[in-house]
């Protein structure tokens, strides 16, 4: 069952990383009527928080897909998510080349 909140963690972290770095960014956007914080970090703060949001779901999605494992085929559960597997769930939800990739593919490229 601990194998099951490496996906919570994953989801935690993301949504710490928006909260931490991209959310002050747009606070301090609005309160001063306009972005002040350069190109450059406009342009990071946006990467981040697409990165972050690409995460969550796929992190969410993952928690899903464990809980229905869990629930419905209980007797792979365990070989299922194991340790090493749940990493490697976890960072495939991570992955910064994935996300790059998803989000190039299904919102840059549609535009």
């Given at each position: 069952?601990?194998?099951?909140?490496?996906?919570?963690?994953?989801?935690?972290?993301?949504?710490?990383?928006?909260?931490?770095?991209?959310?002050?960014?747009?606070?301090?956007?609005?309160?001063?009527?306009?972005?002040?914080?350069?190109?450059?970090?406009?342009?990071?703060?946006?990467?981040?928080?697409?990165?972050?949001?690409?995460?969550?779901?796929?992190?969410?999605?993952?928690?899903?897909?464990?809980?229905?494992?869990?629930?419905c085929h209980s007797l792979r559960y365990d070989a299922v998510y194991s340790g090493g597997n749940t990493v490697c769930y976890v960072l495939l939800?991570?992955?910064?080349?994935?996300?790059?990739?998803?989000?190039?593919?299904?919102?840059?490229?549609?535009?």
């Amino acid at each position: 069952m601990a194998d099951g909140n490496a996906f919570v963690v994953s989801l935690a972290l993301a949504d710490l990383l928006v909260a931490v770095y991209p959310y002050p960014l747009v606070l301090a956007a609005i309160f001063n009527d306009g972005w002040v914080a350069g190109y450059l970090q406009c342009q990071i703060s946006g990467f981040l928080m697409g990165l972050s949001v690409i995460g969550s779901i796929f992190n969410i999605t993952g928690i899903a897909d464990n809980r229905y494992c869990y629930i419905c085929h209980s007797l792979r559960y365990d070989a299922v998510y194991s340790g090493g597997n749940t990493v490697c769930y976890v960072l495939l939800s991570v992955s910064p080349l994935y996300t790059v990739t998803v989000v190039l593919v299904h919102f840059i490229l549609p535009i």
